[in-house]
């Protein structure tokens, strides 16, 4: 906090006074993003495909994530902290992903033995595991070999965009 500040241009007191936590601060840095990524989910619940809407939701996701270092740890954590300043937003997407799976498992598209929950944690710990350099440049396959295990039967279509 102390070098935000310094690059900030302002005392660490002003910035604390604004941010009291680094939570509250990556909730600030990140709402516009959270807010477009839920709402892109919202899109997602009308379209064609239940299994396709589901698997671009997990991209983006995925995408935003790995934009972010460190953020799906602070995510994760925020996930069951009402106190937490990043609650509401990973709230928002908690149900968002919640939503595009029980559309997705309503149409026969998604493992019926899942729910919003193991979809997050599914989430996050792909999040987390591309995060680390060792795993990063797996990022593609490793989302082939979980978004496999959560479709039941993934289309050529599906696949092929897994890979992408």
């Given at each position: 906090?102390?070098?935000?500040?310094?690059?900030?241009?302002?005392g660490l007191?002003?910035?604390?006074?604004h941010?009291?936590?680094r939570e509250?601060?990556?909730?600030?840095?990140l709402c516009?993003n959270?807010?477009?990524?839920?709402?892109?989910a919202?899109e997602?619940e009308?379209?064609?495909?239940p299994?396709?809407?589901l698997?671009?939701?997990?991209?983006?996701?995925?995408?935003?994530?790995?934009?972010?270092?460190?953020?799906v740890?602070?995510?994760?954590?925020?996930?069951?902290?009402p106190d937490?300043?990043?609650y509401?937003?990973?709230?928002a997407?908690?149900?968002?992903?919640a939503?595009l799976l029980l559309?997705?498992q309503?149409?026969?598209a998604a493992?019926?033995d899942?729910?919003?929950?193991?979809l997050?944690?599914l989430?996050?710990?792909?999040g987390w595991?591309?995060?680390?350099?060792?795993?990063a440049?797996?990022?593609?396959?490793?989302f082939?070999?979980?978004t496999g295990?959560?479709?039941t039967?993934?289309?050529?279509?599906d696949?092929?965009?897994?890979?992408c």
């Amino acid at each position: 906090m102390r070098d935000i500040a310094r690059r900030a241009d302002v005392g660490l007191a002003t910035l604390l006074r604004h941010f009291p936590t680094r939570e509250a601060l990556f909730e600030a840095l990140l709402c516009t993003n959270l807010d477009a990524l839920t709402q892109k989910a919202d899109e997602l619940e009308t379209s064609d495909s239940p299994d396709e809407a589901l698997i671009s939701w997990f991209q983006d996701w995925l995408a935003f994530a790995q934009s972010y270092r460190g953020v799906v740890a602070m995510m994760a954590a925020a996930h069951t902290n009402p106190d937490s300043a990043l609650y509401a937003s990973c709230a928002a997407v908690h149900s968002a992903s919640a939503r595009l799976l029980l559309r997705a498992q309503a149409e026969g598209a998604a493992r019926p033995d899942m729910n919003g929950d193991d979809l997050f944690a599914l989430m996050t710990a792909l999040g987390w595991a591309v995060d680390q350099p060792s795993f990063a440049p797996r990022a593609d396959h490793l989302f082939h070999i979980i978004t496999g295990a959560i479709l039941t039967n993934p289309s050529s279509k599906d696949v092929k965009k897994a890979a992408c």
